[in-house]
């Protein structure tokens, strides 16, 4: 079973900044990324880059079920993440996002 995604607080300044992760799954969005709102996903070595507006992938990809959680993920903090793409543009701190209920 895959582990669920839940809270981190955010990570620094650097390139990106990590807003929710699991053992295994990690959500990122970069300080400096080209427009389309979009946010990363990583898991087992994988990962996909998934557009924020329709949750479609971008490119890269993940397994189903990995992939599954991502968008159950997004869907419900989907506001979120566009305040958060938002914030990032402007090189704000990013919002902490909860995890998976």
């Known amino acids: 079973m895959l582990p669920?995604?839940?809270?981190v607080p955010a990570?620094?300044?650097r390139s990106r900044c990590r807003k929710s992760a699991?053992?295994?799954?990690?959500?990122?969005?970069?300080?400096d990324d080209h427009?389309?709102?979009?946010f990363h996903a990583?898991?087992?070595g994988r990962e996909v880059k998934v557009r924020i507006t329709d949750l479609s992938?971008?490119?890269?990809g993940l397994n189903a079920r990995a992939m599954g959680l991502v968008v159950e993920w997004a869907t419900q903090h989907q506001a979120a993440l566009r305040e958060n793409w938002n914030r990032a543009g402007q090189r704000l701190p990013l919002e902490k996002i909860r995890g998976l209920k």
């Not at 669920?4 to 809270?7: A, I, S, W, Y």
């Not at 699991?22 to 300080?31: A, E, H, L, Q, V």
């Not at 427009?35 to 979009?38: G, L, N, S, V, W």
């Open 35 to 38: 427009p389309e709102p979009h």
């Open 22 to 31: 699991s053992s295994g799954i990690g959500i990122y969005m970069y300080y």
């Open 57 to 60: 992938v971008m490119a890269g």
């Open 11 to 13: 990570a620094d300044w």
């Open 42 to 44: 990583a898991y087992g």
């Open 4 to 7: 669920r995604l839940v809270d």
